[in-house]
């Protein structure tokens, strides 16, 4: 089941026990995934809490998103949030 977010509460997930981060409206939980992201666990724990989407399609296209974000989306941005 889908939640809704709000930046806020994505915040909160920014430590080693819970990591979440924001691309276009979707809010992904990258905590389990540390270990696997090619580029490394450093940048990914540096933007743990914030939205990502710059920095993700920046380094990243479509696909990478298409193959990883159905199993580590966890919600949906809140419509107010998206500012």
Known sequence: MSQTFTKSQVAE???DKSMYIIID???YD?????DDHPGGAKI???MAGKDATKSF??????SVLEKYGTKL???TL??????
């Open 13 to 15: 997930h920014k430590d």
């Open 25 to 27: 409206d979707g809010v």
């Open 30 to 34: 990258i905590t389990n995934f540390l």
């Open 44 to 46: 990914l724990k540096r």
């Open 57 to 62: 399609w920046k380094y990243h296209g479509k």
């Open 73 to 75: 989306k966890v919600g």
């Open 78 to 83: 809140a419509e107010s949030a998206k500012l």
